[in-house]
């Protein structure tokens, strides 16, 4: 398809003849070298407006890629003053390959699906807003200053924390509240012993007869013990010691013998029926299922010796009225403080 200037050169070149190169004066027609010069012209700025266009989708796809954000990966190669270790660079700061690191591990703890090519472009957003913020003044203001106190007082603490417990806790301490421990164990009677309970003597009665008649024990659990836990596993109860369990229960079920059981007898929760299943002497934990437990104790105990030699050497007041004008709550009947000694709930 011919574009108009094309088509009006044509006509212009017939009307001409061969080797004109000048019209008459008034002609509403253009010469043919003129015609040939506004063609150029105009085949230059198509073209012009075509390379602007696909710039314009390029530009589009790469930001489609990148979030919305154009990253140039390539600026360390173009920036030979930065480290090599620095793999990030926004306007002042810097950020090394442990730095997003890190960025990349406290994000997915909330995102796991979090890339390293979003760990950037946030990092870029969060340090231009953080340096505007700064620009105009709002890191001044006390709502701001409040959280950024609170931020850097818990990480120096948690650094604190790691620091004084780094290297403290040893195999030979371990070991040694290992022992003591054990030497504070006592062999105990433990018994295993299956239950069915009711709520009342009729059905307890009821109960023994159909027992007696030779149906199942757990089956019977199942149908009337009211004990959740234990119905769902025939009765079982698993093992227990004297101290665990209700007097009464843990009274019959230490003097009856294994496979032997009881008569109705009645506690605090309904009436049971209990048979004994095992009676063994308790296994004392090795080092390894204690340790865990022995690690955390010693931790516990260094923590809390450097926090009490902190508070012995600091100034520390409290305005409690101020405290109880803020939070009523704090001394009401309702808080732990007031219920703790209250002898009616026990």
């Not at 266009?53 to 930001?63: D, E």
């Not at 603490?157 to 030979?172: F, K, P």
């Not at 027992?211 to 836990?229: H, K, M, N, P």
Request: hydrophobic residues 40%; aromatic residues 6%.
């Amino acid at each position: 398809m011919k574009r108009p200037f094309e088509r009006q050169f044509e006509r212009q070149t017939e009307n001409q003849g061969p080797g004109q190169e000048s019209l008459p004066p008034g002609s509403p027609y253009l010469t043919a070298n003129e015609l040939k010069s506004q063609l150029v012209r105009y085949r230059t700025s198509v073209a012009a407006l075509i390379c602007v266009l696909i710039v314009i989708v390029f530009v589009l796809l790469v930001r489609s890629q990148t979030g919305g954000h154009i990253v140039n990966h390539d600026a360390p190669a173009v920036l030979p003053d930065l480290p090599p270790q620095t793999v990030l660079r926004v306007g002042p700061r810097t950020f090394t390959d442990a730095d997003l690191e890190f960025i990349l591990s406290q994000g997915r703890d909330d995102t796991p699906s979090l890339t390293l090519g979003d760990v950037i472009n946030n990092t870029i957003d969060r340090v231009l807003l953080a340096e505007q913020a700064r620009i105009q003044g709002l890191e001044g203001r006390a709502d701001v200053r409040r959280r950024l106190d609170y931020l850097s007082d818990r990480v120096l603490a948690d650094a604190m924390v790691h620091s004084h417990l780094e290297g403290r806790i040893s195999e030979t301490d371990l070991k040694k509240l290992y022992e003591a421990n054990l030497a504070l164990i006592r062999p105990q009677l433990e018994v295993r012993a299956r239950q069915i309970l009711v709520p009342d003597k009729a059905t307890a009665d009821q109960v023994i007869k159909r027992l007696e008649a030779g149906d199942s024990f757990a089956s019977l659990a199942f149908a009337y013990s009211t004990d959740r836990v234990s119905r769902e596993k025939g009765g079982d109860m698993g093992y227990f010691t004297r101290d665990m369990l209700n007097i009464n229960v843990t009274r019959t079920a230490f003097t009856i013998g294994v496979g032997v059981r009881s008569e109705p007898f009645r506690s605090p929760r309904g009436w049971h029926i209990l048979e004994v299943m095992d009676r063994r002497r308790r296994v004392e934990p090795t080092f390894q299922e204690l340790r865990p437990d022995l690690e955390q104790f010693l931790r516990n105990s260094a923590l809390q010796e450097l926090i009490t030699g902190l508070r012995e050497t600091a100034v520390i007041v409290v305005n409690e009225n101020a405290i109880n004008q803020m939070v009523p709550d704090m001394t009401s009947s309702d808080s732990p403080e007031s219920t703790a000694d209250n002898p009616e709930d026990d």
